[in-house]
């Protein structure tokens, strides 16, 4: 199996499409790139930005470039010397527009007859032989009508198009039934992707239908176009053990990473073919290690007094699950009750309802592998037994946990597609934009409620990292962070000045107030962590739709269906504030003054650790510079890779210079001697200032980052604090001078270093 070395992510787009990408191949190449990593390429929707709501299973997306797109890439990639890894998107199909998407539209059209009927997993029974299509507007039955289409009648709904069964003229006899949007949440009878309904699950633990959506994947692996995959969402996967091992199969065993979620303390299976996670985990342990836990007492208290009590983190992310379980994703607890009740239907519905929402919102984790996981069962069924005294139903219990613990059952199988749901919706997409405590640690993959870690549990994480999985994937940026990771950076500083935070956030809630202050707080960290000296003249726009998503999907004081106006037109008007009051704008120079500085460092210190740490790390588009985005879409922005190229040949000049250095010197070096990257080991500081820096040695590179910037200063800097070096001459590789133990000497000039022996520089 080829591993890459590190990789770099581009956002293949109908704009920026394979061919564009192949053209911007020798600039990667030059930054140091071994393998280039691209977002889905299959078939899409058309128009679609981002890839996931795939259509057509065989062939490249045309609006992309096509198969002759991925062949330029391929060939171009080939010619450096670089290899390709491409994202997929197993678990789900777009169907927003039937007609794209012709397996849908053949099951609209023959029913339970269409030989593409098993691919979707679809509760025949439930919607009385046809499928619910959640798409009628309030009051707007009447706009649905048959036409005349290109192929003989349809139905239409303003300009959507959906097929007539062969030999009927009315609408009553067709394989499906387009009924009000508000019905998805309790009556929807197709399994999806979380909440959209335009994305519908496909079943592909079916043998015919894996082989039928991975034969275009297979062409790439037999013509040798492709080198690696990424799995979109596998807790969406029926058996994502198993998916795995056919994907082995097909690809022989080819490097295949999976966008697994884990929480705190939970393991990656070990019997998985997989090298590892996409590198949210890597993310959330590189903030907490940069995040000064002196921090969290204060922050508490302040968040405390924003929203008139104290938050228990667990109990409230439960009640968000719970909330979601019995609102947006109802039908899928629906589905799992009628499977229990195929079983044993001694218990009513309503009851088994409830018990099984709060069985997934107390589910500790995104979901579990039965047999194994089931220690996370086992939590959540004592949990839910306690917040469902108020159940008249004493068997309740009796009947579910049998039936959920049984792997084979129908039901088990089923809960445990749906918990990940549950939590991405609950956790994710809501209670992340509701604590506002420190919103740098409100990100995928991590739990807010983890402050920070000590450099310590940094090192034992990282050494069990090098032992078990030394070729997953470390990341700082995603197109599905929440945050960019220098946007982070700055937020993270807040936790070194907490009363300088608090100071300021109470002049911005007074200068522009927004009805909740807590959620004030967190819009005013996503302005500061956005507001760098040279942010661009769209940044009003860009903050504007950070807020009305992130209001939005909290779901507390408005919603994406019921929108709260006047709510939202006071978070507007604070962000209006940003660009329009001289006094909002005095105050954010002023913390901005504070922020500056340690920022840069914290960003400095968070790109090299992701670089160098034990496993192979991306670099997202353009986060080479500085990454202030915010939110999807924000993150998927278009990257101006001409000013980056100019940049990094010294022909153009640019604030975040150090960053791309510092990218570039880490990249090349791991590409060109991999040799040195090897093994893990802490390198340990002596002094005064032996907490604020975080070094290790990865078999004959030492990387060097100080951690906690404004305590490190307020204490009058290194001072006399070394370094213990291993044996021999060392030189900085970041500027190229020897190195000295001495911290004040090595971090002169930047608060990083990559060091190697001097008869290896």
């Known amino acids: 199996m080829r591993v890459p070395v590190s990789t770099y992510r581009l956002q293949v787009t109908p704009e920026f499409d394979l061919f564009e990408a192949a053209r911007r191949l020798p600039y990667l190449h030059d930054l140091g790139v071994d393998w280039v990593y691209l977002s889905p390429i299959l078939a899409s929707e058309p128009g679609s930005q981002h890839g996931y709501d795939v259509v057509r299973f065989d062939r490249v997306d045309p609006q992309r470039g096509g198969a002759e797109g991925l062949a330029a890439l391929s060939a171009e990639a080939r010619r450096l010397g670089m290899g390709v890894l491409v994202d997929i998107v197993p678990n789900h199909v777009g169907v927003a527009t039937p007609a794209e998407n012709p ?56 300009d959507q198009r959906f097929p007539m069964a062969p030999g009927t003229t009315t609408l009553e006899e067709q394989h499906y039934e387009l009924v009000s949007w508000r019905r998805a949440d309790t009556d929807l009878n197709y399994r999806r992707f979380f909440a959209v309904n335009t994305l519908a699950a496909v079943r592909v633990e079916d043998p015919e239908v894996f082989a039928e959506t991975h034969a275009e994947i297979r062409r790439w692996f037999t013509e040798g176009l492709v080198d690696g995959l990424r799995v979109d969402h596998p807790d969406g996967l029926r058996f994502p053990g198993r998916y795995l091992d056919d994907l082995a199969d097909l690809t022989g065993g080819a490097y295949v990473l999976v966008e697994k979620i884990l929480e705190p303390g939970e393991d990656l299976p070990r019997d998985w073919a997989t090298a590892g996670t996409t590198g949210y985990d890597a993310l959330a342990q590189i903030d907490r290690v940069l995040t000064d836990p002196a921090g969290e007492k204060p922050l508490d208290a302040l968040e405390t007094k924003l929203r008139g009590g104290w938050l228990h983190w667990p109990t409230y992310v439960e009640a968000t699950k719970l909330r979601v379980a019995h609102g947006i994703l109802n039908a899928e607890v629906r589905r799992i009750v009628r499977e229990v009740r195929r079983v044993d239907d001694s218990v009513p519905a309503g009851a088994l309802e409830d018990a099984v929402a709060h069985l997934l919102a107390a589910f500790p984790v995104y979901r579990s592998y039965l047999p194994q996981g089931r220690e996370h069962l086992d939590e959540a069924l004592e949990t839910a037994r306690i917040g469902t005294q108020h159940l008249e139903e004493p068997r309740v219990w009796e009947v579910l946990e049998p039936i959920l613990s049984d792997p084979w059952t129908q039901a088990a199988r089923r809960f445990q597609q749906t918990s990940g749901m549950v939590m ?51 990341t700082l940026s995603t197109h599905d962070t929440k945050r960019g990771e220098d946007v982070r950076a700055r937020i993270t500083v807040l936790a070194e000045i907490p009363d300088v935070w608090e100071a300021a956030l109470d002049e911005l809630l007074r200068l522009a107030p927004v009805p909740d202050p807590a959620f004030g707080s967190l819009l005013w960290q996503a302005v500061l962590g956005a507001w760098t000296p040279d942010h661009r003249p769209d940044l009003p726009q860009r903050l504007h739709g950070y807020a009305e998503k992130a209001m939005r999907e909290a779901g507390d004081h408005t919603t994406w269906t019921a929108p709260d106006q006047e709510y939202e037109a006071a978070v507007h008007a604070a962000v209006d504030s ?102 893990y080991a802490p390198v340990l500081a002596e002094g005064p200032a032996a907490d604020h820096v975080v070094a290790f040695d990865r078999g004959g590179a030492v990387a060097v980052a100080t951690r906690l910037p404004v305590g490190l200063a307020a204490a009058g800097g290194w001072g006399d604090t070394t370094l213990t070096l291993p044996p021999g001459a060392w030189r900085d590789v970041l500027t190229g001078t020897p190195a000295t133990p001495w911290l004040a000497d090595l971090l002169r000039d930047l608060p990083v270093a990559l060091l190697v022996r001097e008869d290896t520089a």
């Open 103 to 158: 397996w849908w539209w053949d099951v609209l059209r023959l029913g339970r007859d269409s030989e593409h009927a098993s691919a979707f997993d679809v509760d025949w029974a439930a919607g009385d032989g046809q499928i619910l299509i959640p798409v009628v507007g309030d009051g707007d039955d009447g706009a649905i009508r048959i036409e005349s289409g290109p192929e003989g009648p349809e139905v239409r709904y303003h």
């Open 578 to 679: 940003v660009f329009e009051s001289a006094e909002v704008q005095q105050v954010l120079a002023g913390l901005a003054a504070r922020v500056d500085e340690p920022g840069r460092s914290n960003a400095l210190a968070a790109k090299l650790l992701a670089l160098t740490m034990p496993g192979v790390p991306d670099v997202y588009q353009g986060s080479e510079l500085w990454e202030t985005s915010l939110v999807d879409p924000d993150n998927r922005r278009p990257v101006d890779f001409d000013h980056r190229a100019a940049v990094l040949a010294g022909e153009e000049g640019d604030d975040a210079v150090d960053k791309l250095h510092v990218t570039c010197a880490a990249l090349t070096l791991r590409r060109e001697r991999p040799d040195l990257f090897t093994s």
């Open 424 to 474: 991405a919706k609950g956790v994710e997409d809501c209670a992340f934009y509701r604590w506002s405590r420190l919103t740098s640690l409100n990100e995928v993959g991590g739990d807010p409620s983890v402050f920070a870690i000590d450099v310590d549990d940094f090192h034992h994480a990282m050494t069990v990292r090098q032992r078990d999985w030394p070729h997953a994937m470390t």
